[in-house]
């Protein structure tokens, strides 16, 4: 090869690469997509059928990317006035006091359901090595306060549709069975759980139905056809979208709102948009 034609080469990789690190950088982690799809409930109630249930989740607000994307966002979530909606846990990304002064900002900004709002701790709610109670004490507080009622191993009923919360796998308050000793069968429950690693935990009580998840961020950056490089479950095949359980349990994983670095490569961002079947 010439050495001309061997330069020119290089330089049109080397071009290449520097327009996809800027996509990644200051593309991708901004280009927020709404999923839509069908969540076929149990027992869903007659008069819920054909509502939507909104899940956002990983807000992440902190000092690493500027949150007031997700602002943006709750902006652009709201023309859909969704019936409920639910948060799967990481609203901060915790580094000190700042984080509640910027999550309390971008709760005033927050998304409601018309008929209920409900939420979960994800591990970054309990601050650093995900031990600090206090931390996760203020963050419920703060989600309180803009209207989001947060279940702790616990159930609420809301116009006949049941939502039952986990608290985090990670953290220091993850007692399922205070919840599932109560588990009843025959009411249309949708149950909140972050990590979806819990799916492979004997905490079930024979539940049947959807999970929805978050946690992974979909691996925030892939290989076209191949599983990220970066997830933080064991189970492997938890990556994000859709996943038959195949004993009457179904998992869905949220590709997250925010993110924990500021890359993203083929993972957008996500806010899913469900509408209420009966199934
Ligand atoms: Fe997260």
Redesign the pocket.
């Known amino acids: 090869m010439k050495r001309r034609t061997f330069l020119k080469g290089l330089a049109r990789l080397t071009g290449l690469g520097a327009l996809t690190g800027l996509y990644t950088w200051q593309i991708e982690p901004f280009w927020l997509e709404f999923v839509k799809r069908d969540l076929p409930i149990q027992h869903l109630p007659a008069e819920l059928e054909g509502l939507t249930l909104m899940q956002i989740?990983?807000m992440?607000v902190g000092n690493r990317f500027d949150w007031h994307f997700i602002i943006n966002s709750f902006e652009k979530a709201r023309r859909f006035e969704p019936d409920f909606v639910v948060y799967t846990?990481?609203y901060i990304s915790y580094k000190d006091e700042q984080q509640f002064e910027q999550l309390e900002e971008v709760l005033r900004h927050a998304v409601k359901g018309k008929l209920g709002t409900i939420g979960i701790l994800?591990?970054?709610d309990y601050g650093i090595d995900w031990a600090q109670n206090e931390v996760a004490a203020r963050v419920v507080q703060l989600l309180g306060q803009a209207g989001i009622q947060v279940l702790r191993n616990a159930q609420a009923t809301i116009e006949g549709l049941n939502f039952i919360g986990f608290d985090d796998y990670w953290a220091t308050n993850f007692h399922p069975n205070k919840v599932m000793r109560h588990y009843q069968s025959k009411q249309a429950n949708v149950l909140l759980c972050h990590n979806p690693d819990v799916c492979d935990l004997e905490v079930w009580n024979g539940y049947q139905g959807w999970i929805l998840s978050?946690?992974t961020?979909g691996g925030q950056c892939k290989a076209p056809f191949l599983t990220p490089p970066m997830l933080p479950v064991k189970n492997k095949r938890y990556t994000s979208g859709e996943i038959d359980l195949e004993d009457g349990r179904r998992l869905y994983i949220n590709r997250?709102l925010?993110h924990?670095w500021q890359v993203r490569f083929m993972v957008r961002p996500e806010i899913t948009v469900f509408t209420l079947k009966r199934g």
Do not use: E, R, T
């Open positions: 989740s990983d992440h846990g990481d994800g591990n970054h978050g946690h961020h997250a925010g924990l």
